[in-house]
């Protein structure tokens, strides 16, 4: 990842240093059961640890980088590099295993703790769409579809609507993490031929894995794509709430901005402006996200047992993947923490047109009072395009109108004006916050 999206705790899971501690964390487990079960000399694990402790694993990785240029394998290097220092028990480290087995099961470990990072984030973001929701429940704005004006919402709802939609996210991304808590040590194509399943499983367990039910030579990749599909749906939530934010920052609606610094800039060229450049950045962010969907699905149908296709790509999109995801919701943080509500552009733009979005609460009634459906429609788009076209009230427009007054009394045309869009907002809130409150 690029520095400009990086994000340290991200960096330090995926650097060279931490793969390799962990890799030396699955060694090391497998053996002390190997110890523990008698088939290795007792203190091995002990000797192997006092020896490993004695050069910093900074050194380690620096000796393996070296080794793999004559290797061209990594796992082969590093096990030399822990060889040349840890000296005769060396020759229990790796055994009965496949390359796989540590990269895979050192793998999930990683995906597990930058997993734990990405949770963090949601949480916060989630807290912060649920307050606003809370906060705007009732500030009533108009609703838009097709990008025109339709019937009154309130800021509230159209943010609860992100808060679910969100958790959602947050749930399909917890799920694929739980479904990549997932280690083998199965051997060259899953057999366990040199290491029951039940050693297998005791070994995982200590780990805080569990164990791949049928492996091959690596664990299925169904379970890798299905987290960059997560992540996929994860960042296109965000780029929901960001293209709101920015068609509701235009010049012409200016009912929400996003922060905007004391001496921050907005054009090189044009002082003035002020661009939703933060939620423009969570679009195009989405975009790659999407994007690396596609190869992880691509390295689900591996040859035989496996072939190695799958390996160079993930180690890009993977910590890519958590990086552009982290960053993203952390920007997305921000930008709620201080996003600006104009209350009074909401309530000009309310207004803007005069009533004619009781368009609706008027073809009811007709249709109420026996006029056909079709008939109804047509008199009311009369009536609601006078007012949009000649500026002229709802109540005078219909009033005009050659027919329309003959089938509506005075009372059941006030009834039409004073119509709450409205009235069920509080119950919708209740009904999506219930489970929580409970």
């Not at 809370?134 to 159209?158: C, D, I, S, Y």
């Not at 805080?208 to 039910?213: A, F």
Request: glycine share 6%.
């Amino acid at each position: 990842m690029i520095p400009r999206y990086a994000v340290p705790e991200i960096t330090r899971i995926f650097s060279l240093e931490h793969r390799t501690e962990l890799w030396l964390k699955v060694e090391l487990a497998v053996v002390q059961e190997l110890e523990r079960s008698g088939q290795i000399p007792p203190g091995t694990t002990d000797q192997i640890e006092q020896a490993l402790q004695q050069v910093p694993v900074e050194k380690l990785v620096q000796r393996a980088q070296s080794l793999e240029e004559q290797t061209q394998h990594d796992v082969v290097a590093f096990l030399m590099a822990v060889e040349e220092v840890v000296g005769e028990p060396a020759r229990w480290i790796h055994f009965g295993l496949t390359s796989s087995d540590i990269v895979d099961t050192g793998l999930a470990l990683q995906i597990q703790e930058a997993g734990a990072v990405a949770l963090e984030r949601f949480e916060e973001v989630l807290s912060d769409l649920r307050e606003f929701a809370l906060q705007h429940q009732n500030t009533v704005m108009m609703g838009r579809t097709h990008g025109m004006f339709a019937e009154p919402t309130t800021l509230g709802l159209k943010f609860l609507g992100f808060y679910k939609e969100f958790q959602r996210a947050a749930a399909r991304f917890r799920t694929a993490l739980e479904d990549l808590r997932f280690g083998k040590l199965s051997g060259a194509v899953g057999t366990n031929a040199y290491l029951s399943p039940a050693m297998e499983k005791r070994i995982l367990k200590t780990l805080g894995l569990k164990r791949e039910p049928v492996a091959t030579q690596v664990i299925p990749r169904d379970r890798h794509a299905a987290l960059l599909t997560a992540f996929a749906l994860a960042g296109t939530a965000i780029e929901r709430i960001a293209t709101e934010i920015r068609h509701l920052q235009r010049t012409e609606v200016g009912e929400l901005e996003e922060p905007f610094g004391t001496k921050q800039t907005g054009s090189s060229a044009m002082p003035h402006k002020r661009n939703p450049i933060r939620s423009e950045r969570l679009c195009g962010l989405a975009r790659y996200l999407r994007g690396l969907s596609i190869p992880a699905l691509e390295n689900v149908a591996l040859w035989h047992e496996r072939d190695i296709s799958h390996s160079s790509v993930e180690r890009l999109i993977l910590p890519d993947a958590f990086h552009t995801l982290v960053y993203m919701l952390t920007l997305l943080h921000k930008i709620l923490q201080g996003l600006v509500v104009h209350k009074e552009r909401i309530r000009e733009n309310l207004e803007r047109f005069g009533d004619f979005y009781l368009s609706q609460p008027l073809l009811l009634a007709l249709i109420r009072k026996g006029i056909p459906r079709k008939q109804a429609y047509y008199w009311v788009r009369e009536v609601s395009q006078a007012v949009y076209d000649q500026k002229v009230s709802f109540r005078e427009a219909v009033q005009r109108h050659p027919e329309i007054p003959r089938h509506l009394s005075p009372e059941e045309l006030q009834q039409v004006l004073s119509y709450n869009f409205l009235r069920h907002v509080d119950e919708i809130f209740r009904e999506a916050l219930k489970r929580e409150e409970e």
